[in-house]
């Protein structure tokens, strides 16, 4: 009884230590939990494979559950103890720890490659060679017990060779979980795979009379490509980042874990996600076939780096994050140099329609492609009704980078209501709030052929034709190619 007496009170001094050492290192709350992993890949007694070992060590006066997101997962704990040492059986998922003296503890091992293996899904994880590009919830238990989601402290220590990487931020030596739970937590990078930082201008940071500062976009790339093809996808996402931060005036977060997967099966670029619970993280599936001008001429990398610049939309509002996506792809790429204005428009054209009917039934109705056609047109709208508003001063690019420079960030979730209001405070007008009683509110239907007839765009001949004699050409001029000076991205080909 002694010893385990003595053995608590030292757990509990660790535990205060740590708290210590990360409230100096940044002013934050303390944490509610701390994680030590360890990371290994066969050297720990095991076979091949990578294995973790986790240590969690929470601050409770209950009892806490450790839950695993389903029974795949649970299905790959390898172990679990309590921090005396007792070995503990699972009940629905989870493992029930008592306090001692103020403080839970649990240890369990996990196999990760087992679980990678066996689902081979890009949105849960996958593997490549011996690297794991996976969400925090496909290893990390969830400690459930508390009134509102902890703060959890992870620290992990890797083998020789090995990595780990997260979008959480870092506070000291830790990555911090926070405002969320581990289910919606986003993706992390293990095992031996190619990881790469780099730097990046922080959000608002390239405004005019700011002061200049640089984040960090740390880059994880599974086997599958050669060492050339590797630098290939890097170039193309520190281009692809710097064309988004000359629309965003900075990139679109402080710190970012972009997951490149190479598919053996795929030409050019495929699926991607983003996922940004508690820190901001994208995945994106690469051919193998490592092509430069594919991937300059794809659009997704693009589409999923404006969803970090923007909180996750609550309710029914898929329509509006997939709409402000959509169109602000082409304006980031023609801004770039990577596209002309008329191939802006006529995609706009061309593919608006798809998404109009959502208008008459209700947008939060909007499903498939309706989301993302629907969603264009009403950021279009709302681009416009900005710059009339303001007479050309500010357009939907100051909208969306206000809110962002507000802290409206790709960690949070907010509603619609929320998100529009900041928007509205940073062009100084009522345009967005406006929009959305008429088309979300009431479902006031939209008349593209008006529409384009007032802008002056039209199709002759399959192609397209502007007119700047139309009463809303001026406005059209500002939209695709922007009012300020914006520096071309030269392609690896013009460089």
Not at 37 to 61: E, H, P
Not at 192 to 204: F, K
Not at 210 to 239: H, K, N, P
Not at 293 to 316: A, C, K, Q, S, Y
Request: aromatic share 8%; with cysteine.
């Amino acid at each position: 009884m002694v010893a385990s007496a003595m053995l608590l009170r030292t757990l509990i001094a660790t535990l205060l230590a740590l708290v210590s050492v990360s409230a100096s290192a940044q002013p934050v709350a303390t944490p509610d939990c701390t994680v030590d992993g360890t990371l290994g890949d066969g050297t720990l007694n095991d076979n091949d494979g990578l294995k973790l070992d986790i240590v969690y060590r929470c601050r409770s006066n209950e009892a806490l559950t450790f839950h695993a997101d389903g029974d795949r997962i649970a299905g790959k704990v390898m172990s679990f103890h309590d921090g005396a040492g007792r070995a503990l059986l699972p009940s629905a998922n989870g493992w029930r720890v008592e306090p001692q003296g103020g403080l839970v503890e649990a240890r369990y091992r996990y196999d990760l490659t087992g679980y990678a293996r066996a689902v081979d899904q890009p949105s849960l994880a996958v593997q490549r060679g011996a690297g794991v590009l996976a969400v925090l919830s496909a290893w990390l238990l969830e400690p459930r017990g508390y009134a509102q989601s902890p703060a959890i402290d992870i620290r992990m220590t890797t083998g020789p060779g090995l990595v780990f990487a997260t979008g959480l931020p870092r506070v000291g030596d830790a990555w911090r979980l926070a405002g969320t739970t581990v289910r919606f937590a986003g993706y992390s990078a293990l095992g031996r795979l190619s990881l790469q930082e780099l730097a990046v201008p922080l959000p608002g940071s390239l405004r005019s009379g700011q002061r200049a500062g640089e984040g960090v976009l740390r880059v994880a790339i599974l086997d599958g490509v050669s060492e050339a093809d590797r630098a290939v996808l890097i170039d193309w996402v520190r281009r692809t980042a710097d064309a988004e931060a000359n629309y965003w005036q900075g990139f679109t977060a402080r710190q970012m874990l972009l997951g490149l997967i190479p598919v053996n099966t795929r030409r050019g670029v495929g699926y991607g996600r983003t996922v940004p619970g508690g820190g901001v993280t994208v995945m994106v599936e690469v051919g193998t076939d490592v092509d430069p001008r594919r991937l300059f001429n794809d659009w997704v990398l693009t589409h999923e780096f404006i969803h970090t610049g923007m909180p996750f939309i609550r309710g029914r509002s898929t329509w509006f994050m997939e709409g402000a996506a959509t169109y602000i792809e082409p304006i980031i790429r023609a801004r770039a140099g990577w596209k002309t204005e008329e191939e802006v428009w006529r995609e706009w054209v061309e593919s608006m329609p798809q998404g109009n009917g959502a208008f008459a039934t209700g947008l939060a109705n909007a499903s498939g492609r309706q989301n993302y056609w629907a969603g264009a047109t009403f950021m279009l709208l709302a681009d416009l009704a900005i710059r009339r508003a303001t007479e050309g001063g500010k357009g939907l690019e100051d909208c969306l980078g206000g809110a962002l420079w507000s802290g409206l960030n790709g960690s949070l979730r907010v509603d619609i209501a929320d998100y529009a209001a900041a928007c509205d405070r940073a062009t100084g007008t009522t345009a967005m709030a406006g929009l959305i009683a008429r088309h979300v509110e009431r479902n006031e239907p939209v008349d593209l052929a008006a529409l384009w007839r007032d802008l002056g765009i039209s199709m002759v001949a399959g192609r397209v034709v502007l007119d700047d004699a139309a009463p809303g050409a001026p406005w059209r001029k500002m939209i695709v190619m922007g009012m300020r000076p914006t520096p071309r991205v030269r392609l690896p080909w013009e460089s």
